[in-house]
């Protein structure tokens, strides 16, 4: 029987269980990486670093864990923060532009306008690309997109509108070809 | 004409909701995580007590009553001595199952009382 996330937590907690927090990374890499992978623009090898500072602060961090949100959703948070950190720092130090191709694992061909989106995407406010992302990307609620981030639903739902104003066309030429 | 909502869903599903394959990156979170903690467990740590506990009893009073072992021994050689002669008196083989079971049990409770 699998076993809960909770049931996974409390075995950290209480017995340092390395092998029950390797469970908790295997069940939600995909998640956080998928969501880094998106606000960062599609910098995967960035995601990647960012998602492996973050499944590190939340090893040390798991005994603040209330169980409010679900783990998945408190993984995420602290992603958000990591990229929040990094964005703070690319300010003081530049680093290399998000490169134009993104690494994609799978290889899978673009369509053109899931790239043009992508694209357009980059021109979003980080906060906004990631309300964005988590509420269609990865199907979270208002709620529990609002948990992650650390904002107040009101926040979220405007980062969402504001977003949606900014792909309207793109939206709107693509509803008219669909 | 779709919704709004449904179009970005589409879309970013399409593009950033694929499942992201592991490609070792557990691993790499497991070897970059802090060394372990060393906590023992409750259980492991109660055991611990009790031996502790057991071997220092054992020793203080080991000292203190140094004088007195002396007499101990002596008497159980004697009674040896006595055992020895009396082997085919089936109450010795009586005293000696009993001694063995209250050692079993006394072992066994020792056990379950460190593995809760």
């Known amino acids: ?178 | 004409m779709k919704d709004e909502d449904d179009i970005l869903k589409e879309l970013m599903s399409g593009t950033g909701g694929n499942y992201v394959m592991d490609d070792g990156f557990t691993r790499r979170v497991m070897d970059s995580l802090p060394r372990a903690r060393n906590r023992m467990t409750s259980a492991r740590r109660r055991t611990a007590l009790i031996l502790a506990a057991t071997a220092i009893g054992c020793s203080v009073s080991a000292i203190l009553s140094a004088p007195a072992l002396a007499e101990v021994a002596r008497s159980f050689s004697e009674i040896t001595g006595k055992i020895s002669a009396n082997t085919n008196d089936p109450s010795f083989y009586i005293y000696v199952a009993c001694a063995l079971a209250a050692s079993s049990i006394c072992a066994l409770s020792c056990l379950r009382f460190g593995r809760n």
């Open chain 1, 1 to 178: 029987m699998e076993l809960k996330d909770t049931d996974l937590i409390a075995r950290v907690l209480v017995d340092d269980d390395r092998n029950a927090f390797a469970e908790l990374v295997r069940r939600h890499q995909s998640v956080l990486r998928g969501f880094l992978r998106r606000v960062t623009g599609g910098d995967a090898a960035l995601a990647d670093d960012l998602a492996q500072e973050t499944c590190i602060a939340a090893y040390k961090n798991l005994a603040k864990y209330g169980g409010a949100s679900s783990f998945g959703t408190w993984l995420v948070g602290i992603g958000y923060n990591r990229y929040r950190q990094w964005c703070r720092k690319k300010k003081e130090t530049p680093l290399p532009d998000i490169p134009e191709t993104p690494d994609d694992a799978h290889g899978t061909p673009e369509k053109g306008m899931e790239m043009d989106v992508r694209e357009a995407m980059k021109g979003l406010r980080a906060e906004e690309r990631a309300a964005l992302e988590l509420c269609y990307g990865q199907g979270m609620s208002h709620d529990e997109a609002a948990a992650a981030l650390g904002c107040p639903l009101g926040t979220l739902k405007t980062h969402i509108l504001r977003a949606k104003q900014q792909l309207r066309i793109l939206l709107s030429a693509y509803s008219e070809n669909a």
